[in-house]
């Protein structure tokens, strides 16, 4: 069965309030301001990125990740970039990302608390690594586990 857009939309608004979203750095595209919404509208195609829907900074890099229903877009370095959620293999926080044998064995060694994570690492099917970005944290794992959820819609 294939998801509508609005049922996807729906399900992002959904696990973003089980994160407690919104917060000040995390809102709802309908919220940003409106100078901002007519900057990231120019960089969508809606006909393959869907709803644009749940919106993450990362006010220290000032890096952005714009989650819609088929796409996510983001900022990182001062270059967008996207990947279409059917085209995501792998998630990974980029703390682990290329410790592909032993992830608990790096994470022991670098004593790195998970709470100071701020970025995940998307693995394209052709294995291209993206980076997405958000404050450390509460708002880091919630964007992972919404990007999870997404992807299983795709992998049905």
Known sequence: MQKTDDFIFRRIVWKAT??????????????????????????????KSGIPTLFFTNVNTKSWTLVCTRQILFNTD???????????????????????KNPIMAFKEKHTAKGDWYQLT???????????????????????NILLMLRCFFDE
Request: hydrophobic share 45%; charged share 20%; proline share 3%.
């Open 122 to 144: 998307i693995f394209d099917k052709a294995n291209n690594e993206y980076i997405m970005e958000a404050n450390k944290g509460g708002e880091l794992f919630a964007l992972w």
């Open 18 to 47: 089980q994160y407690k979203l919104p917060t000040n750095d995390v809102v709802f595209f309908k919220d940003i301001a409106i100078e901002m919404q007519n900057y990231l509208t120019k960089q969508l195609e809606f006909s």
């Open 78 to 100: 001062n270059q967008i970039n996207s990947i279409d959620i059917s085209n995501i293999a792998r998630i990974r926080p980029t703390f682990l990302a290329n410790f592909t």
